[in-house]
C-alpha cells in the first residue's frame, strides 16, 4: 500500500478535523497529491490538490475557505484540515497521487493511478 489515509471520525456541525495520507512508502515522486471523497450513493468527487513541486494547490468550490491541504516533506505526509464541517462533508475521503498528471487533469479521479483506502469521516447535524 503506497498511500495510506486516515484521522477520519465522527464529528457534530460546525467542528474540525485533519485527515493524513501517509506517502513514505511510496515508490515514485508524485506530481500531484490530492483528497477526492465518495458519498453513498455519489460518484467520487475532487476535493483539493497539492502539487508536490512547489506547494501550489487547489480546492472544489464546495470547501474553498473551509478546507486547507497541506504537506510535511520530511514525514512524507498530506494534510487535509477541514473546518466548519457540515453533514454533507460526510464521505469516505480518499487521497490520490500520480506521478505524471497534468495540470488541467488535477481534479479528474480517473487520472490518478494510485489511491489510498479511504478514511470515513461522519458529521452530524
Known amino acids: 500500500v503506497q498511500l495510506q489515509a486516515s484521522g477520519g471520525g465522527l464529528v457534530q456541525a460546525g467542528e474540525s478535523l485533519r485527515i493524513s495520507c501517509d506517502a513514505s512508502?511510496?515508490?515514485?515522486?508524485?506530481?500531484?497529491l490530492s483528497w477526492f471523497r465518495q458519498a453513498p450513493g455519489k460518484e467520487r468527487e475532487f476535493v483539493a490538490a497539492?502539487?508536490?513541486?512547489?506547494?501550489?494547490?487547489a480546492y472544489a468550490d464546495s470547501v474553498k475557505g473551509r478546507f486547507t491541504i497541506s504537506r510535511d516533506i520530511a514525514k512524507n505526509t498530506v494534510y487535509l484540515q477541514m473546518n466548519s464541517l457540515q453533514p454533507e462533508d460526510t464521505a469516505v475521503y480518499l487521497c490520490?497521487?500520480?506521478?505524471?498528471?497534468?495540470?488541467?487533469?488535477?481534479?479528474?479521479?480517473?487520472?490518478?493511478?494510485?489511491w489510498g483506502q479511504g478514511t470515513q469521516v461522519t458529521v452530524s447535524s
Open positions: 490520490a497521487a500520480d506521478p505524471s498528471l497534468i495540470e488541467s487533469s488535477k481534479r479528474s479521479p480517473n487520472r490518478y493511478r494510485y
Open positions: 512508502r511510496r515508490t515514485f515522486l508524485p506530481r500531484f
Open positions: 497539492l502539487k508536490w513541486n512547489g506547494g501550489s494547490t
